[in-house]
C-alpha cells in the first residue's frame, strides 16, 4: 500500500482506534494500531508475533490489554 492510500485511511479511523495513554503506560500510537491491523490481516500473523516484530516493549500493557480485549469476544 502506498503512502498516499494509508494517509487517507488513517483519517477516517484515526478518531476511532487513537487511545490516551495511562499510568500503567503508554499505548500504541494509532498510526502504529493501524500499521499492526493492516499487517495482520495481510498475513494472518498472531498478534504475539506482530508484537515481537513491532518489538513494541515500551507498549506491553496497552498491547497486551487489547489481546486480552479481542480474545474475550
Known amino acids: ?8 485511511l ?7 482506534i487513537s487511545k490516551q495513554d495511562t499510568s500503567f503506560g503508554l ?10 491491523t493492516l499487517r495482520f490481516l495481510a ?3 498472531s498478534y504475539r508475533d506482530l508484537f ?6 515500551g507498549h506491553q500493557h496497552c498491547f497486551d490489554t487489547n489481546l486480552r480485549h479481542r480474545s474475550t469476544k
Open 27 to 36: 499505548c500504541i500510537p494509532a498510526e502504529e494500531r493501524l500499521m499492526l
Open 10 to 16: 488513517y483519517r477516517f479511523v484515526a478518531t476511532f
Open 52 to 57: 515481537y516484530t513491532w518489538k513494541m516493549r
Open 43 to 45: 498475513t494472518g500473523a
Open 1 to 8: 500500500m502506498d503512502r498516499h492510500i494509508f494517509d487517507i
